[in-house]
């Protein structure tokens, strides 16, 4: 039950994510939308309310955060510590980003690491028990941070690019490229160009559709790195919440996780491209604003789950013994012999 429940409050996550991406990246359509996010919460609200009951999970003040700095810092001081560090960081964006840059607009970013440093601040609030679901919250929203705060805001600063041709780029070579040259092997004639001279989007595809020119412009929602970085967050703050330990066996199972994000995304990028050759324009507009994202999430979860059903059969699960556990039988944990000490510390290496 342990995993259904877990895979319960991960599919719920990417419903609502899956949403978001929808609609902050071009795609919207808000009575969809907001039907996900309403099927999405209400899932995870009923995994977050089932694995709340069941035994073996960290105890209050175990969470993955907390363990980290307890290395550095006295644990009396975690419960300010950490709230303080979130309510700088907003600070210090909001401050370089108002009076340094002078932008005063709402960007996603700005939604990230909001969310990230309201994280933080109430990660010691709420009941204990939910200690996991808040490390997965506080690991995945970190992840975006670095990703779409850190690395694309570095990236544009450093080399002076736009972020609009940061983006082209990716979208050009990690998407419309794979896409055609798949549609291609299945006997369709469809062609792309990369052009920033022109009007509107840089990145094009193009095919015939009874004798008419059908020109389909791949933007930044399709872009490689809004979906590894959206999606792939998710799958790694996952993981590293479930085992609690980073080998060999985990970093083969993100880059995994890593490359089926990526070939999701091109899978759907693909049967969108097919229903349109097939049906026309009209029909690869629907299937894209309503059902692309649907398959992107389905394609995602069954290799996710694959790739995790993997490393359960290597590597031990983040748990501890049940308080309801006989004495005689606390150290014992399932399947793979190792007691309860050796996998804390093997947990905490």
Same mark, same amino acid.
């Given at each position: ?13 990417l ?34 309310r089932?694995s ?22 006295p644990?009396?001081?975690?419960g ?23 932008q ?21 609030t ?13 690991l995945?929203?970190l992840?975006l ?10 990236y544009?600063?450093?080399t ?10 990716s ?10 040259? #798949?549609?291609? %092997? &299945?006997?369709?004639?469809?062609? @792309?160009?990369?052009? /920033?001279?022109? =009007? ?30 959206l ?13 609690a330990?980073?080998d ?42 309503y #059902?692309?994202? %649907? &398959?992107?999430?389905?394609?995602? @979860?069954?290799?996710w /789950?694959?790739? =995790? ?14 308080l ?8 014992v ?9 050796d ?7």
């Amino acid at each position: 039950m342990r995993v259904s429940r877990e895979w319960l409050m991960l599919l719920g996550a990417l419903l609502v994510v899956g949403a978001l991406y929808n609609h902050y990246l071009g795609h919207s359509v808000l009575l969809f939308e907001l039907v996900l996010l309403a099927i999405g919460t209400s899932i995870a609200l009923l995994a977050l309310r089932f694995s709340a009951e069941e035994p073996g999970r960290p105890a209050p003040g175990e969470g993955l955060l907390s363990l980290f700095l307890v290395r550095y810092l006295p644990k009396r001081w975690l419960g300010i510590v950490i709230p303080v560090i979130g309510f700088s960081l907003l600070l210090a964006w909001s401050l370089w980003k108002i009076v340094r840059n002078g932008q005063t607009d709402l960007r996603m970013e700005d939604i990230i690491v909001t969310l990230f440093s309201i994280s933080l601040v109430l990660y010691h609030t709420g009941p204990s028990r939910y200690q996991t679901e808040k490390d997965f919250v506080v690991l995945y929203l970190l992840f975006l941070t670095v990703v779409f705060a850190g690395i694309w805001k570095a990236y544009t600063l450093i080399t002076g690019e736009s972020i609009g041709r940061v983006t082209a780029y990716s979208e050009y070579y990690f998407i419309t490229l794979p896409v055609v040259a #798949f549609v291609r %092997l &299945l006997g369709f004639d469809i062609t @792309a160009e990369l052009d /920033f001279n022109g =009007v509107g989007l840089s990145n094009t595809m193009e095919f015939f559709f009874e004798g008419h020119l059908v020109r389909l412009g791949i933007g930044s929602g399709c872009s490689g790195l809004y979906s590894a970085g959206l999606f792939f967050s998710a799958f790694l703050a996952f993981v590293l919440v479930r085992y609690a330990r980073v080998d060999w066996r985990v970093v083969t199972a993100l880059a995994m996780g890593l490359a089926l994000t990526w070939a999701s995304n091109i899978l759907r990028m693909v049967v969108t491209v097919l229903v349109g050759a097939f049906y026309g324009p009209t029909a690869l507009s629907t299937f894209h604003m309503y #059902f692309g994202i %649907l &398959l992107f999430v389905a394609l995602i @979860a069954l290799f996710w /789950f694959l790739v =995790v059903r993997w490393l359960d059969k290597h590597v031990p699960l983040r748990m501890k013994p049940s308080l309801a556990t006989p004495p005689d039988q606390e150290d014992v944990v399932e399947g793979d012999g190792e007691s309860a000490g050796d996998r804390a510390e093997s947990c905490s290496a």
